[in-house]
């Protein structure tokens, strides 16, 4: 079975001849890091296979760029890699640490689900809201929805 993939763009890699940083797509699957010059390309330029590797977040290396998180694999050769701002680099690193776990593991990676990451801003008032969505004059119409056998209720639609 094919490994699957869990995500996938692009990153600013540091080369490790030339020492030169460019933009690079990189597929990350359950086993390693695939990168490849530009999206359309079939065959990587490199793979870095992520048993036995180590992350290090947010790396310190390079006074001079920020973003940059450091994968180190299992024979202790460093891979450098520069994101465009700070929520990307942490998708990146967080899906990179599971994939390592789950390899320590002898487990698939799984992706969580995503409802306890929803976090409403304390300031608003759940009940409040309903209660204007509900309202016979300005409101909207409440209904109640089935799908894919599952049944919805206090669905609006407007």
């Known amino acids: 079975m094919e490994p699957q993939e869990i ?35 079939r065959s990587p330029k490199g793979m870095i296979p992520l048993k036995g590797a180590a992350l290090v977040s947010p790396c310190q290396d390079f006074c001079k760029r920020m973003l940059v998180f450091k994968l180190t694999t299992d024979k202790k050769q460093d891979h450098f890699f520069q994101a465009s701002h700070v929520e990307e680099r942490e998708f990146w690193v967080k899906d990179i640490k599971r994939a390592i776990t789950c390899l320590q593991g002898g487990k698939r990676f799984a992706r969580k689900s995503t409802r306890r990451s929803i976090r409403l801003a304390e300031t608003i008032n759940l009940n409040e ?14 209904l109640t929805l089935e799908q894919e056998n599952r049944v919805f209720n206090h669905c609006f639609t407007g």
């Open 7 to 41: 995500r996938e763009g692009y990153l600013v890699k540091k080369g490790t001849v030339l020492n030169s940083w460019k933009a690079v797509w990189v597929v990350l699957s359950e086993d390693g890091m695939e990168f490849f010059k530009r999206k359309t390309d």
């Open 129 to 142: 809201l309903y209660a204007l969505l509900k309202d016979q004059d300005d409101g909207v119409n409440e």
